[in-house]
C-alpha cells in the first residue's frame, strides 16, 4: 500500500565523517518513507567522504558537507580540506543553515547528536522551530554507558535542546533493550515524547544480474567489521582461528571496510592469500547480498549490522568493541540475554582456540526469529505513521492501490 503527501519534505542530518552507520540508518529511513509516501522528498545532509558509492531511490538525494574525522585523542581536524577545524565547522553549519531554509523541511530528522557536531545544528534547529518545522531527535537502541553519556550532554549543554527545541524522540529499537538515554536527568514531559520504533528492517536488494565480488555460491561464513576504522583486532582473531584450525567446516569470506588503514588491510590480506578457506575484500556497497547468502555472521555488532542480522534472520557471533564507547558491548549483552546472538569479549588475551570454538558451534546456534520477540522489525512502519500523524493536518494522506 501507498499513500500521497502531496509536496511534503524530510530533512535529514547525518553528522557522520567516518564510519558507514549513521548515514545507513539514514539512508534506509529515507527509503522506507519514499516507498510508503508519494510526493514525499528527502534530502539528507551527511559527512560521509563515500556516500556517492551509494545508490539512491527516487525522491531521495543528498547534500555533502565537508568532512571531519575523530582523532584518537577525541580532538577533530578537517578530512578533505587543508583549512583549519574552526573554518570548516563554520562551513558545514552555515551549509546545514541555509540548505535548510531552501528546502524548507516540515520534518528535521536529526541522527544521534541532539545540537550535532560541535553544535553545528542548534542555530538551524531553532530557526526550523520558529518556521513550524517539527524536530525530531533519532537514536539508536543503545547510546553508551550511563554516566559517561551523562557527562557528554552535559558538556554539549544538550538538556535545553531536548527540552526545549525537539518535539520528539524516537529510538530505533525496543523498550526491552532498555532505556538509551536511562539515567539523564529529564523532565516527564521530556520522556514522554520518546517513541520505541522496533528495529529498522533493512531491504536487500534484488539483483540477479549482479556480479558479486566473490563467488557465493559455496556455503561461507561472512565476517564483517563494518567501516573498518575499529574492526582489526576482531577481524585478527577470526584469521587467527583459521590459521590454528585450517579444516574449520566453512569457509569464510571477510569483509575489512573501507575505513581501514591501508597497512592493516594489506596485513590481513596478506595473510588470507595463505588461507584455503578464507577469502577477503575491502569493500562491498550491497553486502546484504553476501549477508543473505551466508550460513552465519560475525560481526562488532554496530546497530546497522545488528539490524541485517535480524532482518536476515541469521545467526550470528558478536565480538563489539568497548572503547571509546561501550554501546556495541551493551547491545551484544542484551541480545545474548533476548537469545538474539551470541557474543565474545575481545577485551583480554583473545586465544586462537576460544575463536575457533565458537566458529564452530555458530552454524548449529538458534536463530534470531527463535526468540519470537514480537514488533521486533517494525521500525518502518512505526515511524511512517508517526510521519504521517505530523503532516496529516496539512495534507490529509491519500491511499492508493
Known sequence: MTERLKQSRILIYSHDSFGLGHLRRCRSIAHSLVARYKGLSVLILSGSPIIGSFDFRARVDFVRIPGVIKLKNGEYTSLGLHIDLEQTLAMRESIIYHTAVSFKPDIFLVDKEPTGLQGEVRSTLEM????????????????????????????????????????????????????PIAGIDLSPSTLARISYTGYLEREVPNEPNRVA??????????????????????????IRAYETEPELPYRA??????????????????RCKA?????????????????????????????????????????????????????QLIRAERAVKLGLASM??????????????????????PNPSFAKISDLLAGHENIAEMVREYLEPNEQAIVTA
Open 128 to 179: 526550523l522551530k520558529q518556521a513550524g518545522c517539527v524536530n525530531v531527535l533519532g537514536l539508536r537502541d543503545v547510546m553508551d554507558e550511563t554516566e559517561q553519556l551523562k557527562q557528554e550532554w552535559e558538556r554539549k549543554k544538550v538538556l535545553p535542546v531536548l527540552e526545549d527545541i525537539y518535539d520528539d524522540i524516537w529510538v530505533y529499537g525496543l523498550r526491552e533493550m532498555g532505556n
Open 275 to 327: 588461507l584455503e578457506k578464507v577469502e577477503i575484500l575491502t569493500f562491498d556497497s550491497h553486502i546484504e547480498l553476501l549477508m543473505k547468502k551466508s550460513v552465519a555472521i560475525v560481526a562488532m555488532g554496530g546497530y546497522n549490522t545488528f539490524c541485517e542480522i535480524l532482518t536476515l534472520d541469521k545467526r550470528a557471533l558478536i565480538v563489539p568493541r568497548s572503547v571509546p564507547r561501550q554501546e
Open 344 to 365: 565474545l569479549n575481545p577485551a583480554g588475551e583473545r586465544p586462537a582456540q576460544q575463536m575457533v570454538a565458537a566458529l564452530r558451534a555458530l552454524p548449529n546456534q
Open 213 to 238: 565480488p566473490i563467488d557465493p555460491s559455496e556455503p561461507f561464513i561472512l565476517v564483517t567489521a563494518g567501516g573498518g576504522g575499529d574492526g582489526v583486532d576482531m577481524l585478527d582473531w577470526v
Open 253 to 270: 569470506i571477510i569483509v575489512t571496510g573501507p575505513f581501514m588503514q591501508a597497512f592493516e588491510q594489506q596485513e590481513f590480506h596478506d
